[in-house]
Nanobody
Framework: AQLEESGGGLVQPGGSLRLSCAAS????????MSWYRQAPGKERELVAS????????NYAGSVKGRFTISRDNVKNTVYLQMDSLKAEDTAVYYC????????WGQGTQVTVTS
């Protein structure tokens, strides 16, 4: 099983990025998909999650209204649209798949700076 994140980078405050996570090697449509992030010196935290069919989403309070999680069960990909980015959003963002077993991606760096 593999999760491969992409889309990270350097962006100015107020800007946008779209992260993608391509899954392979397992039945993607059965899994709850989530995005976590970890900033330097801090614990990894849940950013957003989406149920297997995409009918329900959940967000951390700090990103609610700015970030949107979505998934495409045909392309086996989960996305995180990040708008109105702030410096405090700077972190490594990880993709997570959870059902009977849990998988993690390697992470993609997001840096928000002027």
């Amino acid at each position: 099983a593999q999760l491969e994140e992409s889309g990270g980078g350097l962006v100015q405050p107020g800007g946008s990025l779209r992260l993608s996570c391509a899954a392979s090697g397992f039945t993607f449509s059965r899994y709850i998909m989530s995005w976590y992030r970890q900033a330097p010196g801090k614990e990894r935290e849940l950013v957003a999650s989406i149920t297997s069919a995409g009918g329900s989403t959940n967000y951390a309070g700090s990103v609610k209204g700015r970030f949107t999680i979505s998934r495409d069960n045909v392309k086996n990909t989960v996305y995180l649209q990040m708008d109105s980015l702030k410096a405090e959003d700077t972190a490594v963002y990880y993709c997570n798949a959870r059902w009977d077993i849990q998988y993690w991606g390697q992470g993609t760096q997001v840096t928000v700076t002027s």
